[in-house]
């Protein structure tokens, strides 16, 4: 069975290019949440707020329910959903798959074929961010789903003792920078969705930075860049550096990067704990390059 080809061929509705990506997300979802745990159920009415996130940010601007895709993905074959009662969905109901007990899993094949196989995982991952979003996002598509790309491509699956990301910090951090980019104060929303808006760590957390809130920051896409380049740093007094490193002769550059020198940080709000000491030195040291140049005046 050519588990790929499943994957390139999930049955979608279509009308007039309207996009309808809900089955390709939560197939997305179950393999990042296979990567964490193999034997693990998705209960609906534990994940259902996680796939309307998800069908928030990266589905149709149409409002939708994450319940059609729970009961229409068996269709596919890489999908099954069982009840309090057995076997089989109670259909697209969301009370029903509420109060039945619903959980979904990747098919048994699915499963077998990934444990032997462990690269199928990022390779099918591949083939439905490739096939149904554009490279932008697949990086942020990535971590919403608690998917580690590159560790399924290197046929590896999360052993127990591994290290897991904490899912729940991107929420916590920009809930405690007041969804604004603690460099900028950027906020920008499409209804209810943040856009371009992202959770930093300060240390990273390939060298052990923890998934606290204490360790992040809010930072727009072009800051958090910038962060992550070395261009910008945290001094003391949680005021911004600027590496003099760093060149711009437009406007724009001296308008988004120059002129933050100094500046204290945005946030975050009172009662939650500012970047600590310890993980500000260490992106200082093992990051920001150069000297800070003099504050802005």
Known sequence: MDWLERAASLRQWSRDGIRAPHKPLLLLYALGRFQADAEGELRYSSV???????????????AT???????????????????DRGAGSPGTGVRELRSSGATGQLAPDLRAALRREP???GRMARVLLDLHFPPSLHPDLCEAVGLELELAETD????????QRDRRMRELVLTAYEYQCAFCGYDGMIGTVPVALEA???RWW?????DDVDNGLCLCSLHHKLFDMGVLGIGDGHRILVSQRFVGRSPAARDHVT???????????PGIRPVAATHRTW???????????????
Do not use: C, M
């Open 200 to 202: 930093a760590h300060v």
């Open 65 to 83: 329910t994450p319940a059609y895709p729970f009961h229409h993905l068996a269709n596919d074959e890489v999908w099954e959903v069982r009840t």
């Open 156 to 163: 590896a699956l999360a052993a127990p003792e591994r290290r």
């Open 119 to 121: 690269s199928l995982l």
């Open 283 to 297: 992106h200082t040291s093992q990051v920001f390059k150069g000297s800070p140049r003099p504050s802005a005046a």
């Open 206 to 210: 390939a060298y052990d930075g923890p």
């Open 48 to 62: 259902e707020a996680d796939l309307k996130q998800l069908l928030a940010e990266y589905g149709p601007a149409r």
């Open 259 to 269: 002129a933050l020198a100094g500046r204290p940080l945005i946030g975050p709000q």
